[in-house]
């Protein structure tokens, strides 16, 4: 599923018209990544959570070349699924 199949699932189920759907998903991933850009936690009952990890400078290698490179410090989203659904997922 994709934002696309998203908007659309939620004006089916609600009644909306395209618009309306597309603008509260936008509010929720814009709300999601405002929490996560401040560096806090997202977390969803039943679905999962995501945080911010921050990842130290090492030095990786470029595949196409060999050639070693360094790379930055770097923050990443993070996700990690609740029991609910890992227990849905596996029947």
């Known amino acids: ?37 401040k560096g806090g936690r997202i977390e969803i009952r039943g679905f999962g959570s995501f945080t911010v990890r921050n990842y130290g400078a090492y030095t990786g290698r470029n595949p196409k070349t060999g050639q070693q490179t360094k790379v930055g410090v770097k923050k990443l989203p993070y996700f990690k699924v609740g029991k609910e659904l890992k227990a849905r997922v596996n029947g």
């Open 1 to 37: 599923m994709n934002k696309a199949d998203l908007i659309e699932a939620l004006a089916k189920k609600e009644g909306l018209i395209g618009k309306e759907a597309y603008t509260i998903v936008n509010l929720i991933i814009d709300g999601f990544t405002d929490m996560l850009k």
